[in-house]
């Protein structure tokens, strides 16, 4: 009895152990930049260690600003119509995206490094 109970825990640590091992792979990315796409087209590509504010605005009146704060990415402000892009909360690694459906947005989180472009340098960082 004892001893099965035994193989019993083994096999269960083994089972969390692999499973903290995929969740590391895969969840567990260090993210390096946030990527905007505009209905599949890149927009904005920004470091996530410089905390700042992008507003990302579009010919019909659709506005949303994505954050950077704390090196996670979130969506302040939207003006969508059902706000769940604001729902989302604040992301940190690579494997998640805030998604805003009503304006085609989707703010991802990229393992690579940026090379810092001097245009870059145009944008509002408070
Ligand atoms: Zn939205």
Do not use: F, W
Not at 33 to 54: F, I, N, Q, W
Not at 114 to 119: H, K, R, T
């Amino acid at each position: 009895m004892k001893k099965k109970d035994m193989i019993l825990i083994a096999v269960l640590l083994l089972a969390a152990l692999a499973l903290y091992a995929v969740s590391q792979i895969t969840l567990g990315a260090p993210a390096a930049s946030v990527v905007v796409t505009l209905d599949g087209k890149e927009v904005l590509r920004k470091p996530l260690a410089v905390e700042g504010r992008y507003p990302i605005e579009q010919a019909d009146g659709s506005v949303n600003v994505i954050a950077v704060e704390d090196g996670a990415v979130y969506m302040a402000e939207a003006n969508c119509r059902d706000g769940l892009c604001i729902r989302q909360g604040r992301m940190k690694n690579a494997a998640k995206t805030i998604v805003c459906l009503p304006h085609k947005l989707v703010v991802q989180l990229s393992g690579e490094p940026i090379v810092q472009e001097n245009s870059d340098l145009d944008v509002i960082i408070q």
